[in-house]
């Protein structure tokens, strides 16, 4: 067993848990802080291991900057309320070989069925 030296304020916020009976022991406060750090660490370590991932693809694959993508994102947004609004026909967005179709929307879209309350 480790002997932990806290300092006074965390002896006092530890022996006041103990007291109101939401712990056993000053130990189990410390167990249970330690737990909470190696969460934190975990957490830490999987949100590293994401954005480092990010970082290899977008080197790899090209990136946008934010800017490029707030600008889609209202073209889109503008490209997509103008065809509602004709209601005409559908267009496509891209040359990939998923290309984004735009247009009304079936009257069996969740966006157009009524709720009822």
């Known amino acids: 067993m480790h002997i932990v030296n806290l300092p006074p304020e965390l002896e006092r ?22 737990t909470l750090l190696r969460r934190h660490e975990q957490a830490r370590d999987e949100l590293l291991a994401s954005v480092l991932a990010a970082k290899a693809a977008s080197d790899r694959d090209g990136y946008l900057a934010g800017d490029d993508v707030a ?24 040359a ?17 069925t009524p709720v009822l309350s």
């Open 71 to 94: 600008a889609q994102g209202r073209a889109t947004i503008a490209l997509r309320a103008d065809a509602a609004a004709r209601g005409g026909p559908e267009f496509t967005l891209g």
């Open 13 to 34: 916020f530890a022996t006041e848990a103990v007291a109101s009976g939401r712990y056993r022991t000053v130990a189990d406060v410390v167990a249970a802080g330690v």
């Open 96 to 112: 990939s070989e998923n290309p984004i179709r735009y247009g009304r929307e079936p009257a069996t879209s969740p966006i157009h």
